[in-house]
């Protein structure tokens, strides 16, 4: 012993430490593809710029978690998850042949699916935003519009061209995260031709486009206990408006210091 006194073990830092002074530890789920950096190319995983901005300008600390070797004992470490946007879900996972205008890729399926209902388990915050709305909903029984200009035909407009976001109007269910955090009225760079068709149990939608689209969806109750939230919509696109990232790393700092030292809630 040199005498010098020891400081509190690391749960417990995380414990005692000023509410406002702890930086939530995000993840996100990454894309897993071919890229190019300096005079490199090969597969890589990525984040868009845009997500990582968002968490730390809401106060987090943004983990990714690229899709091999999905471990969901990660979540253990983490405050909040965030499922971002990316190519279509595979219709096998929710009974459906494949639409012609369905791209998926298998290994982010198999693993934004095993974090997401592995953070419903553990009722962590839960972010789910564009394909990770779809996620969310496909993981707890629901299915998906493969192609929504079929279905409706204003819907082109959410992804008017490649590379290219669209804007959606919405408005928002009294009582809820959306509601709370944007108001009754609001609207949100876009970018998809898949949406929500049958809406799984557990989950309720608590904000639509004008033409009826699902545009939020969150626990009924019976999904998560924790704080959690679906959107169709693209808000880390949106550099002026950070209200649902810093409701959910909120939301993530809050949680954190309700759990026991052993990751779980403390009762």
């Known amino acids: 012993m040199n005498g010098t006194r020891q400081g509190p073990s690391a749960p417990e830092a995380r414990q005692t430490a000023r509410p406002e002074a702890y930086r939530p530890r995000i993840g996100l789920t990454t894309y897993w593809q071919p890229a190019r950096w300096g005079v490199w190319n090969d597969t890589a995983a990525i984040v868009p710029g845009s997500y990582v901005r968002a968490v730390v300008e809401a106060g987090g600390t943004p983990l990714l978690l690229p899709p091999v070797g999905t471990d969901p004992g990660v979540l253990d470490l983490l405050d909040g998850l965030i499922v971002i946007g990316g190519v279509d879900v595979d219709p096998a996972h929710y009974g459906a042949a494949p639409h012609p205008t369905t791209v998926s890729q298998p290994e982010r399926d198999d693993h934004d699916l095993t974090l997401t209902r592995a953070a419903l388990s553990a009722d962590l915050p839960l972010f789910a935003i564009c394909r990770g709305a779809q996620i969310l909903n496909v993981a707890l029984g629901g299915t998906l519009h493969q192609h929504l200009p ?97 409701g959910f790393v909120d939301a993530a700092r809050t949680a954190r210091l309700h759990r026991s030292p052993t990751g779980r809630p403390s009762s």
């Open 150 to 246: 079929e279905v409706r035909a204003d819907a082109a407009q959410y992804q008017p061209a490649p590379g290219v976001f669209g804007s959606v109007d919405f408005t928002t269910e009294p009582g809820s995260i959306a509601r709370q955090l944007l108001g009754a009225r609001a609207a949100s760079p876009c970018y998809h031709h898949q949406g929500l068709d049958q809406v799984a149990d557990g989950l309720c939608v608590t904000a639509r486009a004008a033409d009826g689209t699902v545009e939020a969806v969150e626990s009924s109750g019976g999904a998560s206990s924790g704080w959690l939230l679906g959107v169709q919509f693209h808000p880390e696109e949106n550099g002026q408006d950070r209200r649902l990232f810093g």
